[in-house]
Structure formats: structure tokens, C-alpha cells
């Protein structure tokens, strides 16, 4: 089989020496998690930036918990109860907690509280 028969027969097949795609070869470099913490704090100061309270202590929260004065438990909730009306953000915020069966309980159990309270 001559090299071209080769190439044609593996690009059909989707083999490995295939040409890279377009987006393929200009994919942006992933972010590090301290960029998208970054990124985040700038998401919620933006959305925050009428009502400073909000903001504040949602640096507040993050402060205590560096600190050793709050629980990953309680800076969930208390950063819950802040975004109440803002889920996308909670969503986002919980990807910078550690990994770990209780903190997912816990964020089902007020999922469901902020569900319910929302709807009063």
C-alpha cells in the first residue's frame, strides 16, 4: 500500500495520524485554579457591585474560613444564604470546595432549602 493509500485509509478509520482539527490546534491553555479563582471574585463584584454588603461579606466568609475561625460547612451555607437569588454563582463556588462526600450532602440539603425559600 503506498504512503497516501496509508494516510487516506487511517484518516477514514479516524487513526491517530490524523491532520489536528482547526480548534484543536488553537485551544486555549486551561486555566489554573487560582485564575478561575480570580476570575470568580471579579464574577461576583461585578454582580455585587450595587449592593457592597454582599460582596464584602462574601470576602468576609472566605477571610474567617482562612483563618481557622469557620468550617467548610459554614462558609457553604453562609455563602448559600448570600447567593440565594444567584445559583449559577453558588454553582460556581462550590468548585473551589474540597471534594467530599459531606460538603455534596450538605449542598443537596440546601439546594433544597434555597428551593423551598425561594418560593415563599
Known amino acids: 500500500m503506498s504512503k497516501s493509500k496509508?494516510?487516506?485509509s487511517?484518516?477514514?478509520k479516524g487513526e491517530k495520524d490524523r491532520e489536528p482539527k482547526k480548534e484543536e490546534k488553537?485551544?486555549?491553555?486551561k486555566r489554573s485554579e487560582l485564575e478561575e479563582s480570580f476570575i470568580f471574585v471579579k464574577k461576583v463584584k461585578e454582580r455585587f457591585k450595587n449592593d457592597d454588603h454582599?460582596?464584602?461579606?462574601f470576602l468576609e466568609i472566605l477571610k474567617k474560613y482562612r483563618?481557622?475561625?469557620?468550617t467548610i460547612y459554614e462558609v457553604y451555607h453562609e455563602v448559600a444564604m448570600l447567593?440565594?437569588?444567584?445559583?449559577?454563582?453558588?454553582n460556581d463556588f462550590t468548585k473551589f470546595l474540597p471534594?467530599?462526600?459531606?460538603?455534596?450532602?450538605?449542598?443537596?440539603?440546601?439546594d433544597k432549602l434555597t428551593t423551598i425559600?425561594?418560593?415563599?
Open 67 to 70: 483563618e481557622e475561625h469557620k
Open 99 to 110: 471534594d467530599s462526600s459531606a460538603i455534596s450532602m450538605l449542598k443537596q440539603y440546601l
Open 83 to 90: 447567593f440565594i437569588d444567584h445559583p449559577d454563582l453558588l
Open 54 to 57: 454582599v460582596y464584602d461579606s
Open 26 to 29: 488553537e485551544a486555549p491553555p
Open 10 to 12: 487511517k484518516l477514514v
Open 117 to 120: 425559600l425561594s418560593s415563599l
Open 6 to 8: 496509508s494516510y487516506i
